[in-house]
């Protein structure tokens, strides 16, 4: 049973662009977080989505970035307009549900670098 | 709101020797608390954690943890330390529940293993 799936590991994108992240979450999960780890720094929570639904995106910045986990396919991140400031670490963990029984599994994440 | 303070950036320990990494919380309720590791380049693998019961938690790779509310902390704790064991170490608080299993990180404690 494979593990939750992040790709790219690494990319590296101009200011002004958009960068893409994927996140295919363990088998039969439906539940996907996305955080974000600054350097140096630790985790902040940055949405939560159950399949088609955003169910809270308190921690995502208001403007540039965008989530969706599609009924079909994987859970992207896009962040349009990348400025240095977004370079860090995207990680994304899934769970089967919620509550104790449901512990969350990360990925190993992808690194962006804002050039 | 929720929080995790984890006071020390830095660890360094001498290998076979023993390790604390200290982890004080914030939180309104009966938190649920857990201790991640993340080694360089890797996303976060799940230690321990603790719910509700026996307030001395067990965990991989010999690795325990101490619930204490009067000092509202939840401090990690190994014997005796492997070179292996060089990683940065995460304290997290929980509300897990119906609106998701969403964690609070604290900003990581990083440990160096001295030969």
């Known amino acids: 049973n494979a593990g939750v799936m992040q790709n790219p590991r690494h990319l590296v994108r101009r200011r002004g662009q958009e960068a893409r992240l994927r996140c295919s979450p363990m088998?039969?999960?439906?539940?996907v977080y996305w955080y974000r780890q600054l350097p140096e720094e630790g985790l902040k929570f940055m949405v939560y989505?159950?399949?088609?639904?955003?169910?809270?995106e308190s921690g995502m910045p208001k403007e540039r970035f965008s989530a969706e986990f599609p009924k079909e396919g994987p859970s992207i991140l896009r962040i349009q307009q990348v400025v240095r400031g977004d370079s860090a670490a995207y990680f994304c963990?899934?769970?089967?549900?919620?509550?104790?029984?449901?512990?969350?599994?990360f990925g190993n994440g992808t690194r962006l670098t804002v050039t | 709101a929720q929080s995790v303070t984890q006071p020390d950036i830095h660890i360094t320990v001498s290998e076979g020797a023993s390790l604390e990494l200290r982890c004080n919380y914030s939180y309104g309720a009966t938190p649920y608390l857990f201790w991640y590791v993340q080694s360089p380049g890797q996303g976060l693998q799940l230690l321990l954690k603790y719910f509700s019961g026996d307030t001395l938690v067990q965990g991989i790779k010999g690795f325990e943890a101490e619930f204490k509310r009067s000092q509202s902390s939840f401090n990690l704790r190994k014997p005796s330390v492997h070179w292996s064991d060089a990683a940065e170490y995460f304290c997290?608080?929980?509300?897990?529940?119906?609106?998701?299993?969403?964690?609070?990180f604290g900003g990581g404690t990083r440990v160096l293993v001295k030969p």
């Open positions: 963990a899934s769970s089967p549900g919620t509550g104790e029984n449901s512990p969350l599994h």
């Open positions: 088998k039969g999960h439906s539940h």
């Open positions: 997290a608080v929980g509300a897990l529940g119906a609106a998701g299993n969403k964690l609070t």
């Open positions: 989505l159950q399949k088609e639904n955003i169910i809270d």
